[in-house]
Every structure is written in structure tokens, then in C-alpha cells.
């Protein structure tokens, strides 16, 4: 979209510049650990804080406000992806392609609204598995993605990106995920009883279900299928090791946790606010999985 621009905001940014997580309820968020964490690594003058938007509340209201209180960046998360998306002035392609705004700059007296979600998770699987990306690898195989919530519209639009030639989308309520097969050419949906037989020769299989999760009914997923090495990842962090995790592991298969599209979705937001692409440190990793340890 024309005006669209990522030049970083903290050249123009005042020492009182602030930024937030977005959300509803988003006392959980584990933005603010992240990304305070990367401002005093890079000395930048800020705070990143939780600020809970009410989805009773007026959304474009709130972020004038948010303008005029000094904030600079905000992600957000649910359930406001879509309202944000509506209050931009100006969108990112990623953005613009999925309807939805995880990431906004305030620049000007104008919104900017951009998605780091599917990237972020193209990133978290590449950190996983940097050898794997080649000719025989899962960019060149087909993958199957399970679930049609927000989570898969992000990956199924990254995935066709990524240039990934066969993309099976499964879904329980198949409409859901028929609504998602226009975000790539390379979308074919099909039925959710036949998810054992579509992971067949797949170097990817991407749960963004609600099954597995704290709480909720196993995921029932052989795997046999899959291509030899195939990437297994589940986006839940908590709990982080999954029942699917804990048997791609078994398989001999790259199991790929939640914590990598949680980091690196946050890495590129940070990178828009400030031109700084920060790093995924070993001190970062220490300090959520305790908090994660903590709290869940
Ligand atoms: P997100 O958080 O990614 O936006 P969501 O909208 O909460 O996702 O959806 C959760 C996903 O888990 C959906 O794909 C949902 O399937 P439906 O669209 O049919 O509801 C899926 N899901 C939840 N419980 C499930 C179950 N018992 N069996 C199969 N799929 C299930």
C-alpha cells in the first residue's frame, strides 16, 4: 500500500517513548519480558508494557489515545488483530494479505499496521532446522498445517511465500479452512479424517490447533507418513514440550516448539520499531522458559 514505509522510529523517538502488547486479557503476555529485555541490551531509551484494550472499548479511540500518551510501537494480539487492521492508515503486504495487524508504528500522527506473524514463524522454523531448508528439504516437500484460526491464516500465507509447492490444509470445521485456501495458490483443503493419509511424503506438519494445549483433548496425528527428518512443530508454548513433540522426538523427526514464532515474530516487530534486528540470546531464552516454569 502506497505511504508504507519501515524506516525505525527511535531516531525520532523521545526519551519517554513507549511501546506495548495490546490485548484481551494480556496480563500472560510474555512481550514485555521479550522486548524490555532487547531495549536494555541496545540501551534504547523505552518501556515495553502490557495494556489491556477492552473489546467493549472504542479500539481507534484508544489508540489516539495511545498516541498522545507517547507511545511509538504496539503489537497486538486477540482479540483485536482484525480492529487494528481496520484503524491503519497505512499496511505492510503481510498485513494488507491477512487482514489482520499484529505490529503497529505510530509515526506522524499516522497508524502503520504490519504482520509478523507468518514470518516470525518461517524464522523460528529456519533457527530450528538450518540445514533442512535445501533441495531435499521441507521448503521443497509438501507440508500439511492443521487448524484454520488466525495462527494458520498466518502460516499458510508464509508457507505459499516460502514458495512451498503443496500445501494440505485440514480443518475440523472444513469451511474454516476452505476460507483460508485463497491466501496461496498452493492451498488444497481437505477433509480432517484424512489428515494420517495427507501427511504422506510431508517434510512439515504444523499443528495450530487447540488440541494438545493445557487443558484440552489430545491430538491424535501418526506420523508415520511423514517424510524422513520432516520439521514437526506445535505454535502452543504451554505446555512446551507436547504430547506431539515428545513422539516427532521419538520418530527421529525435528520437533519444532511454540518459542520460535513467539521470539522471532517479536524479533521483527522490534526490528520495524527500531531498525535493529535483536538477538535471540541464550539469556533470553533462560529468562522466558523460567518465567514460562513459573507461571504455567
Ligand atoms: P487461533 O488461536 O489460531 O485463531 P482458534 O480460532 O482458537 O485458533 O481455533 C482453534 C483451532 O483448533 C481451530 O482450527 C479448531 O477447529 P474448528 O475450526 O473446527 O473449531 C481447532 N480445534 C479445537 N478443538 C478441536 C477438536 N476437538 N478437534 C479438532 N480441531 C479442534
Known amino acids: 500500500m ?43 531509551p523505552a518501556l515495553y508494557e502490557a495494556y489491556p484494550i477492552s473489546p467493549t472499548d472504542d479500539f481507534g479511540a484508544a ?19 482484525e480492529a487494528a487492521f481496520a484503524a491503519m492508515d497505512a ?12 505490529t503497529i508504528s505510530f509515526k506522524d500522527g499516522r497508524l502503520l499496521g504490519d504482520n509478523t506473524d507468518g514470518d516470525g514463524f518461517l524464522a523460528g522454523l529456519e533457527a530450528a532446522a538450518p540445514d ?37 490444509l485440514v480443518n475440523r470445521t472444513r469451511d474454516r479452512a476452505e476460507a483460508l485456501s485463497g491466501l496461496a495458490a498452493s492451498i488444497a483443503v481437505g477433509d480432517w479424517d484424512a489428515r494420517a493419509k495427507l501427511a504422506d511424503g510431508c517434510g512439515l506438519l504444523v499443528n495450530t490447533t487447540s488440541l494438545g494445549m493445557a487443558g484440552q483433548p489430545p491430538l491424535d496425528m501418526p506420523l508415520d507418513r511423514l517424510k524422513k527428518a520432516a520439521l514437526v512443530s506445535d505454535i502452543v508454548y ?13 520418530g527421529g ?5 511454540g518459542l520460535g514464532m ?4 517479536a524479533a521483527l516487530s522490534f526490528e520495524i520499531w527500531t531498525d535493529t534486528r535483536p538477538r535471540i540470546d541464550d539469556g533470553l531464552r ?9 507461571k504455567d
Open 132 to 168: 533442512h531448508g535445501g533441495k531435499d528439504g521441507w521448503q521443497n516437500a509438501p507440508a500439511l498445517v492443521l487448524g484454520a484460526g488466525g495462527a494458520a491464516r498466518a502460516i499458510v500465507a508464509a508457507l505459499g511465500r516460502a514458495g512451498i509447492p503443496d500445501i494440505r
Open 63 to 81: 489508540l489516539r489515545a495511545m498516541a498522545d500518551a507517547g507511545f511509538v510501537g504496539a503489537n497486538v494480539t486477540v482479540p483485536h488483530k
Open 238 to 250: 504451554t505446555p512446551r514440550h507436547t504430547e506431539l513433540l515428545r513422539k516427532a522426538q521419538q
Open 286 to 294: 533462560a529468562l522466558l522458559l523460567a518465567d514460562l516454569t513459573k
Open 2 to 44: 502506497a505511504g508504507w514505509s519501515h524506516d525505525g522510529l527511535f531516531t525520532m523517538m523521545r526519551p519517554s517513548g513507549k511501546l506495548a502488547i495490546i490485548g484481551w486479557p494480556v496480563s500472560h503476555s510474555r512481550s514485555p519480558l521479550i522486548h524490555n529485555y532487547w531495549l536494555a541490551a541496545h540501551g534504547l
Open 253 to 257: 523427526f525435528i520437533a519444532v516448539d
Open 262 to 265: 513467539l521470539l522471532n515474530q
Open 91 to 102: 499496511l505492510s503486504p503481510a498485513a494488507q494479505t491477512l487482514g489482520a495487524v499484529n
